[in-house]
């Protein structure tokens, strides 16, 4: 195992993403992780060298924010071998109820944020002619839940780009891993992470029924964020890593579904979808 890659990794100061950087620093890697704010990582991330971890302040709302961490992260270590894009928070209710302010700004950080921390690691990694970015979807991403539509919007979003930039930086040297993760015991489904529709309209019954079983889930959920964090880092150490990875018994069981459903839906509905075709 080579422990002196450099990763870098967004939205450390909790979740997924905390316990990934713990993990990284304990088995000797360097680490570079970026919150809103630097003190309030260094205070999660707890004692750490300074030869070996980077405490990054970033606005991922800010391209020259983003810009500037991926330069001080390569001025750091020298290196860039895996970048992590984990920042991101949940978004709840109809699209009918919710502002459009805050399906604007879920769009900005679950997309367009990585899509801008992709953008300045590429050329890092092309360089190098080698790197792996691994970009952290959702279950939902691939068999969205009601009352999380825009949530899902922009999950599919990173699973399908990431697909797509999987086949282009191939040839690169450069590896590309989407992981979708199902429900972990972080602080995801609090308050503090979730942003939920003020003017709700009692037509949306289903959307009020389904938000109150995820409220019962906070806790309970079957994901350990450490056991997620030594995954990450046995992608990072494989030399064929997937370009897609379910991440958890209930992701598991949701996609299965989900394949089975598009499975019958392909053959029940065959003969309209060939009926477009040019006779011959």
Same mark, same amino acid.
């Given at each position: 195992?080579?422990?002196?890659?450099?990763?870098?990794?967004?939205?450390?100061?909790?979740?997924?993403?905390? @316990?990934?950087?713990?993990?990284?620093?304990?088995?000797?890697?360097?680490?570079? @992780?970026?919150?809103?704010?630097?003190?309030?990582?260094?205070?999660?991330?707890?004692?750490?060298? $300074?030869?070996?971890?980077?405490?990054? $302040?970033?606005?991922?709302? =800010?391209?020259? %924010?983003?810009?500037?961490? *991926? +330069?001080?992260?390569?001025?750091?270590?020298?290196?860039?071998?895996?970048?992590? /894009?984990?920042?991101?928070?949940?978004?709840?209710? #109809?699209?009918?109820?919710?502002?459009?302010?805050?399906?604007?700004?879920?769009?900005?950080?679950?997309?367009? @944020?990585?899509?801008?921390?992709?953008?300045?690691?590429?050329? !890092?990694?092309?360089?190098?002619? #080698?790197?792996?970015?691994? /970009?952290? %979807? =959702?279950?939902?991403?691939?068999?969205?839940?009601?009352?999380?539509?825009?949530? @899902?919007?922009?999950?599919?979003?990173?699973?399908?780009?990431? $697909? !797509?930039?999987?086949? $282009?930086?191939?040839?690169?040297?450069?590896?590309?891993?989407?992981?979708?993760?199902?429900?972990?015991?972080?602080?995801?489904? =609090?308050?503090?992470?979730?942003?939920?529709?003020?003017?709700? *309209? /009692?037509?949306?019954?289903?959307?009020?029924?389904?938000?109150?079983?995820?409220?019962?889930?906070?806790?309970?959920?079957?994901?350990?964020?450490?056991?997620?964090?030594?995954?990450?880092?046995?992608?990072?150490?494989?030399?064929?890593?997937?370009?897609?990875?379910?991440?958890?018994?209930?992701?598991?069981?949701?996609? =299965?579904?989900?394949?089975?459903?598009?499975?019958?839906?392909?053959? +029940?509905?065959?003969?309209?979808?060939? #009926?477009?075709?040019?006779?011959?």
């Amino acid at each position: 195992m080579d422990t002196k890659k450099v990763w870098y990794i967004t939205g450390a100061s909790k979740g997924l993403g905390l @316990a990934l950087a713990k993990k990284l620093l304990s088995e000797g890697y360097r680490v570079a @992780a970026t919150s809103r704010t630097a003190e309030q990582l260094k205070n999660a991330v707890g004692s750490a060298n $300074e030869d070996q971890f980077l405490a990054l $302040e970033v606005d991922l709302t =800010s391209d020259e %924010s983003i810009k500037q961490s *991926i +330069q001080n992260t390569q001025a750091h270590f020298g290196q860039l071998d895996v970048v992590v /894009n984990n920042a991101g928070y949940g978004i709840g209710g #109809s699209i009918e109820e919710l502002l459009q302010e805050d399906v604007y700004n879920n769009f900005n950080v679950n997309v367009f @944020a990585t899509i801008k921390v992709i953008h300045h690691a590429l050329p !890092v990694m092309r360089a190098q002619r #080698s790197g792996h970015i691994i /970009n952290i %979807s =959702s279950i939902g991403g691939f068999a969205g839940a009601t009352g999380w539509s825009v949530y @899902a919007a922009t999950k599919f979003a990173i699973t399908g780009m990431t $697909e !797509v930039l999987a086949e $282009e930086v191939r040839a690169l040297g450069i590896k590309v891993t989407v992981v979708a993760p199902g429900g972990f015991r972080t602080e995801f489904l =609090s308050a503090e992470s979730l942003v939920m529709a003020e003017n709700t *309209i /009692n037509d949306y019954q289903a959307i009020r029924d389904s938000h109150a079983k995820y409220n019962t889930m906070n806790g309970k959920q079957a994901g350990d964020p450490d056991r997620a964090a030594e995954v990450f880092i046995v992608l990072a150490e494989n030399p064929e890593p997937p370009v897609r990875l379910f991440l958890g018994s209930d992701a598991y069981a949701r996609a =299965s579904a989900k394949i089975t459903q598009l499975g019958n839906d392909l053959e +029940q509905w065959k003969d309209l979808t060939l #009926s477009t075709d040019f006779p011959g």
